[in-house]
């Protein structure tokens, strides 16, 4: 582990910051797995403190009205695409169902997100190295 600490992670709606550019804004967008199966939705953008990116989507699936919902947190080293309505990521939907549930009690936890990423495969943003992912799609 590196010895240089997790920023916190917030939600983009509880923050003073805005998005440059609000096209990019993929809130409330389906979450499509590898396969084309439909995941979830995004529901919130989360936020580092110290470089002001988005580090993971809060993608909530399941449920009807509400009951039986869950949330999960993908690293958005997983996204392949962005359109209009969707975003898509090489996961599949068995993959970010089975993920680390989200809890907000945990936001603090270097080791929680640290599980997370492991989870999907991916290096920690915080990690020696990383580099964040450039998106190979166009709208």
């Known amino acids: ?21 609000t096209g990019d804004d993929v809130r ?10 439909e995941v979830g939705e995004v529901s919130a953008l989360m936020l580092d403190d ?7 989507l809060q ?9 039986g919902e869950r949330t999960f947190l993908v690293p958005v080293d997983a996204v392949t695409k962005v359109d209009a309505k969707h975003v898509h990521v090489d ?10 549930a989200y809890d ?11 599980d997370v990423y492991g989870y999907y495969g991916y290096a920690p943003f915080w990690g020696p190295g990383y580099l964040y992912p450039g998106f190979p799609y166009y709208r």
């Open 59 to 67: 993608v909530k699936a399941g449920g009807f009205l509400g009951i």
């Open 91 to 100: 996961q599949t939907r068995d993959r970010v169902v089975g993920s680390p």
């Open 1 to 21: 582990m590196t010895n240089k600490q997790i920023t916190l992670l917030r939600k983009l709606n509880d923050s003073e910051m805005v998005l440059a550019d």
């Open 28 to 37: 409330g967008h389906a979450v499509i797995d590898r396969d084309g199966n």
């Open 50 to 56: 110290a470089e002001s990116r988005v580090r993971v």
């Open 104 to 114: 907000p009690d945990l936001a603090y936890e270097q080791d929680y997100y640290t």
